[in-house]
């Protein structure tokens, strides 16, 4: 179960990941946003790890 207090910590872990393997952050939030719904964590958690992604500086 992902609580609110997880997503914070999900969307830096996505936000490091996108970074460290050079990913496009629109392509990248999108495939995190599809990966969270299919793990069941809840619509409004997977669009806050998808805006963290998306607020990465290129």
Known sequence: ?????????????????????GLSKHHASEEFFKLANELGVGMIAAASIHQSVMHLRK
Not at 3 to 9: E, I
Not at 13 to 21: E, G, N, P, S
């Open 1 to 21: 179960m992902v609580t609110s207090s997880d997503v914070v910590p999900l969307g830096n872990f996505a936000r490091k990941l996108t970074r460290d393997h």
